[in-house]
């Protein structure tokens, strides 16, 4: 399970390694020419390209990580309009539109309260809320895209007649025990498989059994009780999801003809793949063996890079590296 922390960097050349655990270059060269790899076939050898795309993983191998409202439960009890306010958010909100906000703010360098402010006005998400009262502060981590969510969640909450306030409260130990006791803050953007966990080891202790799955369904109801024991309740999952994720460029997926790690596998039998990563993704099961056991991947070669950060992306549009380990909804990948 990853830890959330990141700072998403423009198409640029990347000169320093950004790592991280479990948790954005541009090439210059021709559109589709072929890449750098020491590969043992040339099916599915790199292909260099500006454009980044991510393929679906369609067999689950990552846990499903949707955005999902977080709310102290006596808060929510107290004011019945607040976790439907946030549950119009989760109707409407998708992992493109999540991408873009991201871009918007990381690429852009617009402010995260002005892009937040633009979507609540462009989604219509306002409309027919039932309407509350009372002071409500969100709390935001301490990256780009929770800092847009807050203040989305409290622009949608302003609508529905609440005193609402978005504030950066920091990582998930501090901001989590601030929920649960709800005097600074009382509701919050969350994910679902990685606070499904964190709430897991809180209960259960360090290192207990998984319950989070790739099932967004499961690893809700997997949740609910884990809420209950903690004085938390949750709304309902977005379809927006910010997780580990693959990518080609899109040059390398249209060349394919593939836009699912399936079909991925399905074209690349020649062992000519070349995976780029984190240094400990040889090992994860959620990285290189879990590619290989659930999608029978196989790979000419690994390239140690960062987790999801500028080197694996500019090693993937500079044709070094066939696919890449990314986050889903990282502005890098906001289309052309």
Known sequence: MRTRIRIVAPLVMAVALTAACGESGSSGSDEGGSGGGTASGEACAPIEG?????????????????????????TAAANPALLPALDAVSAALTTDELVELNAAVD?????AEDVATAWVEESGVTDGLEQGSGTIVVGGGNFTESTILANIY?????????????????NRDLYLAALIEGTEIQAFPEYVSTVTEALNAKVNGPNPEPVA?????????????????????????????????FAVTQAFADELGVSTLSELADAC???????????????????????????????????????????????????EVSLGLVFSSDGALAQD
């Open 50 to 74: 500006d454009q980044l795309v991510v393929l679906e993983d369609d067999l689950e191998l990552q846990n499903a990580d949707n955005v999902i409202p977080a709310v102290n439960a006596a």
């Open 107 to 111: 690429l852009q360098r617009e402010s």
């Open 154 to 170: 409290a622009e949608v909450l302003r609508a529905a007649g609440f005193d609402a306030s978005a504030r950066e409260v920091g």
């Open 213 to 245: 799955s790739g099932d967004v369904e499961a690893t809700v109801a997997a949740l609910q009780p884990l809420a209950e024991a903690n004085g938390l309740v949750f709304g309902e999952p977005s379809e927006a999801a910010d997780q580990n994720a």
């Open 269 to 319: 039998d020649d062992g000519s793949l070349v995976l780029g990563g984190p240094t400990e993704c040889p090992t994860r099961p959620f990285c290189q063996p879990g590619l290989e056991e659930t999608y029978g991947l196989e790979f000419d070669s690994f390239r140690e890079l960062d987790t999801g950060g500028p080197l694996t992306k500019a090693a993937l549009q500079q044709g």
